[in-house]
């Protein structure tokens, strides 16, 4: 006997129908048979969540329910996967539901809440919204919407920052190729960390400045050399503090040089120089970055030989030193401090010191 019958077939009989309706019943118990065992797993705990979201599936599947009970199956199950963190599944129930009964405030609220979590916050915002149309006194919406606020405003702050960053690294990335300057990678970072040069509103430069005691491999750190700066010696280093390590007092100013070491490594790029200054900032992305790096290593380590000594006169301006045609700059300016009091002088200007591998 067919129960169910074909499109213009004979009409069902009073005994048909009968079977009809009977089964209907059976399939609409069993539904919430299952759709009540759910509800238990999920006050069980977190170790039957599975077994509800089971049972919750098993009633969905008897298509016996009415489109607002089905609703709330849907949303109890979006409910349980939100538990389990299931948020693409939780969303995706929360919306069936919602087809069914748009004014289902449960599945509103958890549709909004897996929007949120999906860092969807327009969604979940826009959900809030329609939940609140239904129900202006739900707390749990407000509260939510009030996360969402937050959230937004978070985004909104970093997307700005990150737009500033940007624009204020390819302002500097221009003025250097703008200078003529040549930038290779960078050395000594654990001195430097992650300084780099600030270009200010009157379009000057402003370089970070590593100066290294080549003899000894101590440092000094000038924080803002403004590139027209002339390189006197008096300026930069005080006469009246002595050097802890100088006992001999080879390294007053009567007897300092100034060097830079010539054509190390090879000049970065514009890409990859980009990627270097942003590092950093809320504009910087990790992706591709160490590979770069390595680049640079590989590119490096190619420089064999010994190393050429060029030295600074002290009546030129940075500028004039960084624009020199054999002066690539390791990241950031680098000058080597010598005595001419000092044995290790005519090893260094021999070339037989190099600087330690970067």
Not at 185 to 194: D, F, I, P, V
Request: charged share 30%; net charge negative.
């Amino acid at each position: 006997m067919a129960l169910w019958m074909e499109k213009g077939s004979e009409p069902l009989t009073e005994s048909e129908k009968a079977d009809l309706e009977a089964i209907a019943a059976l399939k609409e118990s069993a539904a919430f048979e299952f759709k009540e065992k759910g509800n238990q797993y999920v006050k069980m705990g977190k170790k039957h969540y599975t077994d509800a979201i089971d049972c919750y599936t098993r009633a969905i599947d008897q298509k016996a329910l009415s489109d607002p009970e089905t609703s709330i199956l849907f949303s109890n199950r979006a409910h349980v996967n939100l538990l389990l963190g299931n948020l693409r599944r939780a969303l995706i129930d929360s919306q069936d539901a919602l087809k069914l009964c748009p004014s289902n405030i449960k599945a509103i609220y958890r549709a909004a809440k897996a929007s949120l979590s999906l860092n969807m916050l327009a969604e979940a915002r826009e959900y809030c919204l329609k939940g609140l149309q239904f129900d202006p006194n739900n707390e749990d919406l407000k509260k939510l919407d009030r996360q969402i606020g937050l959230k937004i405003s978070e985004k909104e702050k970093h997307e700005a920052q990150v737009s500033k960053a940007a624009a204020e690294t390819k302002e500097l990335v221009s003025a250097i190729e703008y200078r003529g300057l040549k930038i290779g990678k960078a050395m000594y970072r654990e001195l430097t960390g992650l300084r780099k040069p600030v270009l200010d509103k009157s379009n000057i430069l402003h370089w970070p400045v590593v100066l290294l005691y080549a003899e000894v491999m101590s440092s000094d750190f000038i924080e803002d050399f403004c590139e027209t700066d002339m390189f006197s010696l008096s300026n930069i280093f005080a006469e009246d503090q002595p050097l802890s390590w100088d006992v001999e007092n080879n390294y007053r100013i009567e007897f300092i040089e100034l060097y830079y070491e010539a054509g190390s490594g090879l000049c970065l790029s514009k890409e990859k120089l980009l990627g270097c200054l942003l590092e950093g900032t809320a504009a910087f992305h990790s992706d591709g970055v160490g590979d770069e790096e390595k680049d640079a290593d590989e590119d490096y380590k190619q420089q064999t030989g010994s190393p050429k000594w060029i030295k600074v006169n002290e009546r030129r301006t940075l500028h004039d030193v960084l624009k020199e045609p054999n002066f690539i700059i390791p990241g950031i300016p680098v000058f080597y401090v010598l005595s001419k009091r000092s044995s290790f002088y005519s090893k260094f200007k021999a070339g037989k010191w190099a600087p330690p591998s970067a």
